[in-house]
């Protein structure tokens, strides 16, 4: 079945750096494409950053631009999130997603930034 297993989270000081893997199985991950996700306490899933099939075409939302860079590897079916220069309001809890399978979320993993 799909599944998606995130890790590398944990608590970093302001202006540090953090690795996120994602773990994909169940599915064809090399013709997906795939997105990191992030959730603060008390409010709704944000989309973070997305990477088409062959790694090319890589979108970010405007607060993470020039700090976070996605990639992925094909034959690893793993995704991963370089997080650099984290600040307070990145502290959430991030999960990875494939569009074409929008009910299947893994347990995450929870990044804290103390400032």
Do not use: H
Not at 77 to 88: A, E, F, G, H, R
């Amino acid at each position: 079945q799909v599944r998606f297993v995130e890790s590398g989270g944990g608590l970093v000081q302001s202006g540090g750096s953090l690795r996120l893997s994602c773990q994909a199985s169940g599915f064809s991950f090399e013709t997906s494409i795939m997105k990191w996700y992030r959730q603060a306490l008390g409010r709704e899933r944000e989309l973070v950053a997305t990477i088409s099939i062959n790694g090319r075409g890589i979108d970010y939302v405007p607060s993470v631009k020039g700090r976070f860079t996605i990639s992925r590897d094909n034959v690893k079916n793993t995704l991963y999130l370089q997080m650099d220069n984290l600040k307070p309001e990145d502290t959430a809890v991030y999960f990875c997603n494939a569009p074409r399978f929008p009910t299947y979320w893994g347990q995450g993993t929870q990044v804290t930034v103390s400032s």
